[in-house]
Each structure stands twice: as C-alpha cells, then as structure tokens.
C-alpha cells in the first residue's frame, strides 16, 4: 500500500481519540486546504497555544481484541503499518508545507507492547534527530511497555499518555482482556514519578535533557461500561492526586461492534454526560471541590439539566449568600456564575472599595446566575427562591440539535 493509501486508513483509526480536541471538518472533505482527510486535527501546546497536529496511528494491526475498539483484532477493516522512516518523512514533507506544527503519534499493539515502543521511538528519533524537527510530539505510550522505552519516549516527546479508557477492573476483564489495571497504571506511574524527579532536579539547580515537558494526560470511556459519574470522578481525582496528570479526556463512547455488553450500534453517544464531567472534572481541577462533594453513593450521576456547579448551589442553601467583600477566595469560587478570573479580580478590586453590583458585573461576573446566591454593598438581590423555583430559572434548555453542537464551559 502506499504511503498516501497507509494514511487514509490510519488516520481513520486514529480519529477516536479525544485527546486532541477537535479533528476538523467533515463538510470540507477532498477541497483545497481541507484539514480533516490527512488526520489534521489541532490541540493545545503547554503555554495554550492552539497547534496542528497530524493525528495519526503507527498501526492498526492490533493483536490485541477490545471489544470497544475500531482496530480490534477481530474487526473486518483494512490494515496498514508504516515504518518508522516512511511517518517521519511523511511528518517532516507536511511541516515543511506549513500543513502541522506536530504529531500526535499512537499505535494499536503490534506483535507485543514493547515491540511497538520500538517502534514509536524509532520514529521519533528519526524526526528528533535526523530531520532536527522540534515541533511538538505527543506520543502514546502503550500499556504494558518496559520503563526503558517509555524513558527513551519520554526524552523525546513533549507530552506522553496511557489510555486508561475503561474506568473499573471488572469492565476492563470483561472488554479488554488483554489489558490489565496494572499494565496500564505501571506506565502512568512511572512517567509521573521521572517527570516530578525532573523537576526536583531543576530545583535544586542540576541540569539535564527533559522529560515530557508538557505532561501527561489519559482518556475515559464514557457510556461504554455501566459505571456512573461518581466512579469516573473519583478515579479521575485520584489520577490527578497520583501521578499528576495534567489531564484527564472523557469519550462519549460511539458505538462501533455489536456486543451485548456495549451499547447497541443505533445508540446515541452520551455527549451531554461527556459535557457535564468535564465541568465536574474542572470543578475539582481549579476550584477546590473534591469528588465526594459533587456526588456521593446516594447520588451517583450528573444531573444532566445543571451544570455541576451549580447542582451543588442548590443542594447546601446554607452556604449562601456569600457576601463578596469579606468571604475567602475558596468561598467565592462557589459562587455560580464566578469563575477563577473573576474571584481574583474581585479580591484585588475590593482592597479599594466595597463592591456593588454594578462592579462585579464590570468584573466579569454572570449576574443573571450569581444575584441569587451572593451578598455584597447596596445589593438588593432577589431573596434565595424555593429549590424548585431556582432550579428552573437556572436549569439548562433542553437538549437539541444545535446546542449539542456548541456546549458552553459556563459556572
């Protein structure tokens, strides 16, 4: 097959992983500057730069046989493999071109987790070290791989990850046999505890080449398996807590095998679920809440209508009214419709003065959300309604065509 044949296909293969974030347009396929056939896709650079990458698989010639997955080894699909020196040159051709800034480089397993590294490495050091590319690289670090080659990987790109993809042992046992939790934490663990020694180097003034500079982040499944919202956070909190993720991704999971554990092929992916654990995801992120606060045992799930932030509001009446010129910055960020830019404009603001209305609204605040649950001078807020009556006024619209399209990251 030839190399533009190979990139169809792995390109294909690669396109349901999330972590980038966006893979172009389906409308404009086969025009002059499409970004969607070549396996385009664009993702975020540590200092938040918005970057193109060429997101494509190494190989879709899997030995192993998940039963979620596109490239799984019983799947009836067309199979390619480059070689190392054919995804560099291919890489390097489409940088010059002024099409990528980098590559995001996966692979299914090809004859075993370590034989593939080989792989992934050779491909890199191609581009590292004979074309001197020092574009961006993300590189998938395969489940089950030897520290060697992940610390060999790891010296080369710039941000690694292990898809944990299944968020409990049992699912993982029943759909991905071959994997274990263990072949897939090891990995994590070892690149979290060679980049947080690096940075204790750097600290202490020692020097060296470094290590997956811009971290490391994982993939959820979400809707594959029957674990609820609870679960996924929890296990995200603890990825985060132990081996410093800089991420955690979450997939709504698209149908692609008929299994009768898997959801059926017609089924919907759960985008609005996706949705709301990311916004519980950031809440734990960057504004101190812990997973046991935005559910517990007795409510396991997302409350689809509200945004997590705001669900929590409503359930502890007794928190509010947060007055905004005394409360403490963590108090503040429980405010719905105040985000981290605005608590801190607010805590240097009000050094000058005591704020009203007026200045929060100049703060960024959303007031339409936030009047009901703080206080602050001169406020003349409406009282903190009945449950039912606040829950509709700040409940989401109902689902539909167009805003599954565009969801808003608003608290």
Request: proline share 7%; aromatic share 8%; glycine share 8%.
């Amino acid at each position: 097959m030839e190399t533009l044949g190979k990139l169809a296909v792995l390109a294909e293969g690669a396109k349901y992983d999330v972590s980038c974030s966006s893979s172009g347009s389906a409308g404009r396929r086969g025009a002059v500057g499409s970004t969607s056939l070549g396996g385009i896709c664009h993702s975020w650079s540590d200092d938040g730069r918005c970057i193109s990458l060429l997101k494509v698989l190494f190989s879709n010639d899997c030995v192993f046989d998940c039963a979620y997955c596109v490239n799984r080894r019983s799947a009836d699909i067309p199979r390619a493999t480059f070689t190392p020196r054919e995804l560099a040159d291919l890489t390097i051709q489409m940088y010059r071109r002024n099409y990528i800034e980098g590559l995001f480089l996966s692979s299914a397993v090809v004859g075993s987790p370590d034989d593939t590294m080989v792989q992934l490495v050779r491909t890199a050091k191609i581009l590292r070290e004979e074309h001197r590319f020092g574009g961006y690289i993300h590189a998938k670090a395969i489940p089950g791989a030897s520290p060697s080659l992940l610390g060999t990987l790891g010296l080369l790109a710039d941000r690694m990850s292990v898809n944990i993809e299944l968020p409990s042992e049992t699912s993982l046992r029943a759909l991905a046999p071959q994997k274990s939790r263990d072949s897939i934490l090891r990995p994590m663990a070892f690149i979290g505890g060679t980049i947080e020694e690096r940075r204790k180097w750097r600290k202490s003034g020692r020097s060296g080449p470094a290590f997956v500079p811009a971290g490391q982040s994982t993939q959820l499944m979400v809707g594959a398996s029957p674990e609820n919202d609870f679960t996924i956070l929890r296990l995200s909190e603890g990825l985060y807590r132990s081996f410093g993720l800089k991420r955690v991704y979450y997939s709504a999971y698209i149908p692609v095998a008929e299994n009768p554990l898997l959801p059926a092929p017609a089924t919907k992916p759960p985008m609005l679920r996706e949705h709301r654990l990311y916004q519980a995801d950031w809440l734990l992120r960057f504004y101190g809440f812990k997973a046991e606060e935005v559910l517990s045992p007795q409510q396991p799930n997302l409350d689809e209508a509200l945004d997590p932030k705001t669900g929590w509001a409503l359930a502890h009446p007794d928190f509010f009214p947060v007055d905004v010129n005394r409360a403490s910055c963590e108090e503040i960020l429980r405010v719905p419709g105040i985000g981290v830019r605005s608590a801190r404009r607010i805590l240097s603001a009000r050094r000058g003065h005591l704020l009203d209305g007026d200045d929060l609204t100049k703060l960024g605040v959303v007031m339409k959300r936030a009047r009901f649950f703080i206080s602050c001078k001169s406020a003349a807020f409406p009282a903190f309604p009945a449950g039912g009556d606040l829950r509709r006024l700040l409940a989401s619209p109902p689902p539909g065509k167009d805003n599954l399209r565009q969801l808003r990251l608003e608290f």
